[in-house]
């Protein structure tokens, strides 16, 4: 007479959603850290550049928080190349002699 307790797998704290595993832009949810006291949800995420930090969720699911930072000086570097590459070729001399002819 054996009495297996199968619960149900429904969870208590239905307020927020399980995140877990889910990605966002170049951040991965990890686990749930906090409820802050304005309700929302603090999720431990991990930026595709490896950095683990600790986000509210609204924020990344807004667009707010995308990375840990390295995003936007991805971006800034991106720009910084184009500008001297575009320096660069310019001042480059293109030379006309074919060794073929
Ligand atoms: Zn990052």
């Known amino acids: ?3 297996t307790g199968k619960v ?3 969870r208590h704290s239905k307020n927020f959603s399980d995140l877990t595993g889910q990605r ?4 991965t949810f990890l686990e749930f850290v906090e409820k802050t006291e304005g309700g929302n949800a603090r999720w431990k995420v991990r930026c595709d550049c490896g950095v683990e930090f600790v986000v509210t969720a609204a ?3 807004s667009g707010c928080t995308r990375s840990c930072g390295c995003y ?6 991106i720009r910084n190349q184009k500008r001297k590459r575009r320096h660069e070729s310019t001042g480059k001399q293109v030379q006309k002699d074919s060794p073929h002819r």
């Open 24 to 27: 966002f832009h170049r951040l």
């Open 1 to 3: 007479m054996e009495n």
């Open 59 to 61: 924020n990344v699911k």
């Open 72 to 77: 936007r000086i991805e971006q800034v570097r």
């Open 8 to 10: 149900p797998g429904k």
